[in-house]
């Protein structure tokens, strides 16, 4: 697997005692959650990189406020015509 390093100044974090045990988990979902807001990266890959299947990415994503479906009006009206 190969990593990357971020340096970020320790003052725009949350107090040390303030983050989570799994924070490095969250940044990676965090990332991944934009890139695939942004239509940079598909929901497979943001999964990989979350550390989570493609389903559960897409359930977090909604959790979390970000759409998984970004579909005109007309597209919606095809997709779900009888």
Do not use: C, H, W, Y
């Not at 340096?7 to 799994?22: F, I, K, R, S, V």
């Not at 959650?33 to 598909?42: C, D, M, T």
Request: overall charge negative; cysteine-free.
């Amino acid at each position: 697997m190969n990593s990357l390093t971020i340096e970020l100044p320790m003052d725009g974090l949350p107090a040390l005692a303030e983050l989570p045990a799994n924070f490095a988990d969250e940044m990676r979902f965090f990332l991944a959650l934009k890139l695939f807001e942004q239509g940079r990266i598909s929901s497979g890959k943001a999964g990989r990189l979350s550390g989570m299947g493609r389903v559960e990415f897409l359930l977090a994503s909604s959790r979390a406020g970000v759409p998984v479906v970004d579909l005109s009006q007309d597209e919606m009206t095809d997709e779900f015509a009888p």
